[in-house]
């Protein structure tokens, strides 16, 4: 690897399906820099660090230096990873990249989930079904309605990001392609104090989302607070009590 350093014209890295997904999954929908909603076909992943530092290898030892990374630190690694809006990571690739606190900050959040990330990737990789829709989701052209026979073939990742997506910055919905989005749950009715949802594991009740709710009353898994009986209604986990 560190010969490859050392090369002058260097090949960006081309994400792979599963890889986009994972970044996604874990980080939840939403730009980690301005915070604006993202969607599943067309987010950028960006580099925290700048992939073009491996052009310039004795800058990147600097600059790994200075934010407290490893020498070995690898810029195309899920430590290095975060969704971004396309704006952001256009404007952030502009520019000449200062490691600063917040610099650091990010790098500490994706490592901090980065083994997360790992795993996500692998299951999809695992399960031919995810594999599949991912491909098809890539080939879809990102504006054009999607077909039923495409939406049947998206379900089991649906599912899948339903159960395992990071709660921050989520609204309820999944946003697929930038004209399709699918509700995470519906809402069927809400009296502001109680609510009744389906979602994809059937329809269960809860505390209305107008209020404010106690951790112990959210599913251990998805952390929202859905139930039928003892299984939460978004994510299929049975409620075991702790
Ligand atoms: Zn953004
Ligand atoms: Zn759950």
Redesign the pocket.
Known sequence: MKDGNQVAKRRKHAFTPAERYAVMITHGQQ??????P?DMSTFHVDHIIPEHLLDTPDRLTEVLELLGRPSDFNINSFANWLP??????VRKRGLVFEPSGIAQANLQMAASKAVEAEKAATRVVGRQELAKALNTLQRWPKTEPLPDEIEDQLLPLLVDFAQHVSRSGLDAVIRVTPTYSVPLYELLKDDGATAVVRGPFGVGGGPSPERGIAAAMTCGVCGERFFNGTRCVLCGAQDDGD
Do not use: F, K, S, V
Not at 31 to 36: G, V
Not at 84 to 89: D, E, F, S
């Open positions: 730009c980690y820099l301005c915070r604006t993202i971004a809006c396309g704006p952001c990571n």
